[in-house]
């Protein structure tokens, strides 16, 4: 076994997002989620992020413990309708307090924040009059950046404007999975259209409330692998890549969409007016990676794009996603190359296991350790290929709500009991952590 060693100034740090962990329901607005949980059947076991870890009230303790990890770095996000309850108009001054009070815990705690704007939480006002479906709400959406950079901004450093647009997209208006749960391909792509308009709106008005920050995207990549070397499959794997990945890199980095998958969509694509991809296009400092795994992909007439995803042998996590760490480092050389972006941080990469509480006290998560050690080399395999990495942020920091599947799957580094919200590092939070203090890494 040899040590490797990250590069001087790399970040470490974990992430989580609002509704996922912070409860305080009766302390903010309405949001898209609230109404999905409650629609029968789309949520695990009817959970909702009503309480969640009820971060709200202790997001100190949550903060302690991330001091006691020697993290310096911490993403989250802002709960859009907690500052605008009815998605614009006046803030909410308990909102703003509330992400000024915990900006200010974390600077106290010398842990540097990374904040999202947008990690699903839509306010329910906003998607009666069309949530992202309609073009106004980009507008909204830069006028709600606008007004939470200009009270944090000269705190915060970093802002990340959307978390994962394909997943709002598609799970939430293709596939039905997510809020607000439609199932309308045509729907789906304007949706994706609207919420890139939106950061590229969002982009200045962040720069202006926020000077000398650093703003950028993050989206959730599916590296495809064809099934076969035969042609067929290696245009599908291309088809699934234009889908998952191209169709948010290509306007972002080239401002234009990918003619293959354009015409592949063929009535279904979205209407985008003049100077649209000019404005989504606007550079930007950084790009925000999520990888969990990899897609293997084969040919089959008749399904959606003509194509299906295999399951290939190996080791799973409890999301039944393969653990294939070398899609990591494919994936940012390729980004490096294609698109060449100045600067990426991992903003999410973590993985979910059945972990329990033993009588000692402990939670112990090998294969969440083992699952931390092959990404984390990954990474490093990248950066010796040249790679502008620059930090890497464990998803998550603790256990929370995990969207359709409730408090069923778990993710954190900390175990959490939700009766009693309990928090209990796991063996893995102990790992991370040497790694994060040491900034190196056994291979
Ligand atoms: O929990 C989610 C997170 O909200 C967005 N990225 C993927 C995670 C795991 O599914």
Known sequence: MGVRRFPEGFVWGTATSSYQIEGG??????????????????????????VANDHYHRYREDIALMADLGMRAYRFSICWPRVLPSGSGRPSAVGLDFYDRLVDALLAANIDPYVTLYHWDLPTALQSLGGWAARDTAQRFA??????????????KHWITHNEPWVVAFLG?????????????????QVAHHVLYSHGLA???????????????????????????????????????GQANRWFMDPLYRGEYPEDMWDLYGYQVPRVADG??????RPIDFLGVNYYTRAVIRHRPGAYLDYETVRPAGEYTAMDWEVYPQA??????????????????????????EDTLTPDGQVHDPARTEYYRLHLNACLDAIEQGVPLDGYFSWSLMDNFE?????????????VDFATQARTPKDSARYYASVARTSTIED
């Open 328 to 353: 990591l480092t494919d994936l940012l050389v390729r980004l490096h190359e294609d698109y060449a972006p100045g600067s990426l941080y991992i903003t999410e990469n973590g993985c979910a296991y």
């Open 403 to 415: 969207w359709a599947f409730g408090y069923t799957r778990r993710f954190g580094l900390v175990y």
């Open 203 to 241: 982009v200045p008005a962040i720069r202006a409330a926020s000077p000398g920050s650093e703003v950028g995207i993050t989206l959730n990549f599916s590296p495809a692998y064809p099934a076969s070397d035969g042609p067929e499959d290696v245009a599908a794997a291309r088809r699934h890549d």
């Open 276 to 281: 649209d991809l000019e404005v989504i296009r």
């Open 173 to 189: 208006n293709h596939l039905g999975v997510h809020a607000p749960g439609w199932e309308d391909l045509s729907l789906a792509l």
């Open 25 to 50: 329901r009766d302390e903010r607005g309405d949001c898209i989620w609230d109404t999905f949980c409650r629609l029968p059947g789309k949520v695990a076991e009817g959970h909702t992020g009503d």
């Open 143 to 156: 006028d709600y950046a606008g007004v939470v950079a200009e009270r944090l901004g000269d705190r915060v």
